[in-house]
């Protein structure tokens, strides 16, 4: 915990591979068929990644 918002933070975005989003549209189309629907909620520690989360989406 950084005590203040780190740099990036507030970005309505998920980076991850195209395999992931694939793999998370067919979740959504399953969730829909079924009435529901997904909320992702994501973590990203950029000390323990090394960087910044704006440098760490440019490398993504």
Known sequence: FTGKP????LVNRI???RA???????AQERA???GFGLLL???LSPA????????LVGRA
């Open 6 to 9: 780190v740099d990036g933070y």
């Open 15 to 17: 980076v991850g591979t």
């Open 20 to 26: 992931l989003c694939a793999a998370l549209g067919r």
């Open 32 to 34: 829909e068929s079924d």
């Open 41 to 43: 909620w994501g973590w």
């Open 48 to 55: 323990t990644r090394g960087g910044s989360l704006p440098a």
